[in-house]
Every structure is written in structure tokens, then in C-alpha cells.
């Protein structure tokens, strides 16, 4: 947390509401990450542009940030390739189990006031933390 900064953060979290809104607002969409993606690979009839499209601004707002600012952010080195892959999947089965993920149900549910993804964004953070814990102090992976 040494490089957090509340206007970044606030900016940031305007920029998502403001976008996920738009999304809503003018196409009927939700703004979750693995619904998009997901749509990819098993899209509906002329249902594939925006959802490239999305994917791309997300490519391009990280590469945006860096002209703008000249950082990124950091990276961590160090994890074993095959905790990497379990949490991959572990990450894709739970979001498929939800029917979502934390884009959808934190940002796009929580907002709309929707029980379910209260549920499903509470599970996500306790097993994130839960998560934390065991590889660091547990297994002892990363700083």
C-alpha cells in the first residue's frame, strides 16, 4: 500500500462507475470481466464488438496510464507456476459457480442493489482473504 494515493483512487473508481454505467445505460450491458470474455468464447449472434472492443479499452487504459503517469504497476516475481495455474482455475471455476465476478457483482450488482451479488462479492473478499493469509504466512509465497 506504500504507493496508494486518494485522488488516483478516487479518479479511478469515477472512471469505473462512469464506464460501467455508460455500459448499462446505453448498450444493457453488465461490465463483468468474465461475462465479457466468456461471451467471447461462446458468443451470441452479433454480440462480439463490443465485447473486443471492451476487452481492448482495458489493454489501452493500462498502456494510457503509463504515457500519462511513466509507471506501472509493480510486478511480483517469485510464485511457484503451479500455485499460478491452480489459482487460475480456482479463480474460473468460482466465477463460473457465481455467475459472475467481482467486476459484475461488486461493481455492476452491488449497485443495483442485487442480494446475490452482495452474497457473491462478501464470498469473494473473505476467501481472497482467507487466500492471502494461507500463501503468505502458510505456505510462503510472496511478501
Do not use: K
Not at 500500500?1 to 472512471?15: D, K, R
Not at 476487452?55 to 503517469?69: P, S
Request: charged share 5%; hydrophobic share 50%; aromatic share 10%.
Amino acid at each position: 500500500m506504500t504507493n496508494f494515493t486518494p485522488v488516483s483512487a478516487l479518479v479511478g473508481g469515477l472512471l469505473i462507475g462512469l464506464s460501467t454505467s455508460l455500459l448499462l445505460w446505453l448498450n444493457g450491458r453488465i461490465a463483468g470481466i468474465s461475462g465479457v470474455l466468456g461471451g467471447l468464447l461462446w458468443p451470441g449472434s452479433g454480440d462480439r464488438a463490443w465485447r473486443w472492443l471492451f476487452l481492448a479499452g482495458l489493454v489501452l487504459g493500462g498502456g494510457g496510464y503509463y504515457l500519462v503517469t511513466g509507471t506501472t504497476a509493480p510486478v511480483r516475481l517469485g510464485f511457484p507456476v503451479p500455485l499460478l495455474l491452480l489459482a487460475g482455475f480456482l479463480t474460473g471455476f468460482g466465477t463460473a459457480r457465481a455467475n459472475g465476478c467481482t467486476s459484475g457483482h461488486g461493481v455492476c450488482g452491488l449497485a443495483r442493489l442485487s442480494l446475490r451479488s452482495l452474497v457473491a462479492t462478501a464470498t469473494f473478499l473473505s476467501v481472497a482473504i482467507a487466500t492471502t493469509y494461507v500463501v503468505r504466512h502458510v505456505v510462503g509465497g510472496g511478501s
